[in-house]
């Protein structure tokens, strides 16, 4: 039995208890990294007040672990593809757990940033990785909706660091809040060490050492025919480059610098919409406590957007549905541009702007790890998380240098609305090429 008839096995045999729990697991992490990733938000207004810090090195603070972020994504998750899916997790987590422990005994500003682009990194590593995983123990049925899932794990653990955070801070003081998020981690590695396996795909197209008896093992709880030998490595295997070359050639240049474009694009817009809708209500003339407000529904929203692409992406080609995610995206927010003045309509629209707008996020997820063989999985989709969190750094930077040139805040929805009209471009033109594997 060759590595292809395995993979189309996996792809159509209904999905098991194993599988569900590989797909718990890499929630979970996600869940975990929501609350990292967003732990400097959560402690920046007393982490300013005990180091009297500006709105500037406030700023440095938080992007220092985006920074971290695309860098764990561009260098740590592409050695998934040679090491395996769990190595990298496993060390990923050791990185965040260390980062998160080691900010609650920061004892300065540049300290806690070189800390948080430490943890960062880890956390770049877990998500490109974590993905993929999901992506490989899906069926063909679920792959979309387990995938979203995925996603919506990330928003659980930003609101729910919130809730945390609020009484840890009160309590014990902001250090708490990293030590807290720290200990979670560490107790995490445990988890994975212990529960989570290694891709089957990565076994067989990879071969290291001892694949042969793990791969038996994995078929086994798979409920698939038992191996008694590995089959040949495959034929694009043997000729893919080990570095980024391998994104290139062969097929892959155009589903790469598609998928490349559309994280930009896309990052680049519900960073901005989520980052900077409560400043330009504001300035379109609403209060702050109102803009908050808006702000707020948005979030919710963004928490729904995610399960529903991905309960739709379970019945239609989740291309065309992640094109119609857009587009719905791209009206929503020129509509959005219309109701700056009406706080209820605002609300109802933020809400629904919230959840496309996430949803979006959550196809490009999806879609990636369809582009890409087994052997550059994990660097094709880091490469793509690197190029979003590229987006989603920019983006607060070109708002706020046109916001100074005298834009105002209606024209900038415009600006967004454009820029997700942009990338229904580019995945339009992924739907029309062939998937890998």
């Known amino acids: 039995m060759n590595a292809m008839t395995l993979k189309r096995q996996v792809d159509e045999k209904p999905m098991n208890a194993f599988q569900w729990l590989v797909v718990a697991i890499c929630i979970c992490l996600n869940i975990i990294d929501g609350f990292d990733v967003l732990v400097m938000a959560f402690t920046a207004s007393a982490v300013a007040k005990e180091w009297s810090l500006s709105g500037a090195q406030i700023g440095l603070l938080l992007s220092s672990g985006l920074f971290g972020m695309a860098a764990g994504s561009l260098i740590l998750a592409p050695q998934a593809d040679k090491f395996g899916r769990k190595p990298v997790i496993l060390l990923s987590l050791v990185v965040v757990s ?3 422990i080691l900010s609650s005994f920061s004892t300065s500003a540049v300290m806690l940033g070189i800390l948080r682009f430490i943890t960062g990194v880890g956390i770049g590593g877990i998500l490109a990785s974590s993905n993929v995983l999901t992506s490989e123990y899906s069926s063909a049925k679920w792959r979309s909706f387990t995938i979203s899932l995925q996603s919506a794990g990330y928003g659980i653990g930003a609101t729910g660091g919130g809730l945390v955070s609020m009484y840890l801070i009160e309590a014990y003081g902001w250090q708490s809040v990293f030590l807290f998020g720290g200990l979670l981690s560490t107790a995490f590695i445990f988890v994975v060490w212990l529960c989570l396996p ?7 197209s990879q071969q290291p050492k001892g694949a042969l008896g793990k791969a038996q093992k994995l078929t086994a709880k798979l409920a698939l025919p038992r191996m008694e030998s590995l089959p040949p490595k495959p034929q694009h295997t043997l000729q893919t480059s080990s570095g980024f070359g391998s994104l290139f050639g062969q097929g892959n240049t155009m589903p790469t610098l598609m998928i490349w474009a559309a994280f930009f694009l896309v990052m680049f817009a519900f960073y901005c919409i989520l980052s900077w809708t409560p400043k330009l209500l504001t300035g379109a003339g609403m209060t702050a406590e109102q803009g908050i407000s808006v702000g707020i529904w948005m979030n919710i929203g963004s928490m729904f957007g995610a399960i529903f692409i991905g309960f739709l992406g379970t019945r239609f080609n989740i291309k065309t549905v992640h094109a119609v995610f857009l587009l719905l995206t791209a009206l929503l927010t020129l509509s959005f541009a219309q ?4 706080l209820t309509l605002a609300m109802a629209l933020a809400f629904f702007l919230g959840s496309f707008a996430n949803g979006s996020v959550a196809g490009l997820y999806a879609v990636a790890p369809t582009l890409y063989e087994s052997a550059n999985r994990a660097r094709g989709v880091g490469t793509a998380i690197t190029f979003g969190r590229a987006g989603s750094i920019v983006s607060p930077m070109i ?13 900038l929805f415009y600006l967004n609305a454009a820029v997700f009209a942009l990338a229904i471009a580019a995945v339009w033109k992924l739907k029309q090429l062939k998937p890998a594997g």
């Open 98 to 100: 260390a980062g998160m």
């Open 198 to 204: 290694e891709s089957l795909e990565f076994l067989l």
């Open 339 to 342: 109701s700056l003045s009406q």
């Open 399 to 411: 708002i706020g240098f046109l916001l100074d040139a005298g834009w105002q805040p209606v024209s």
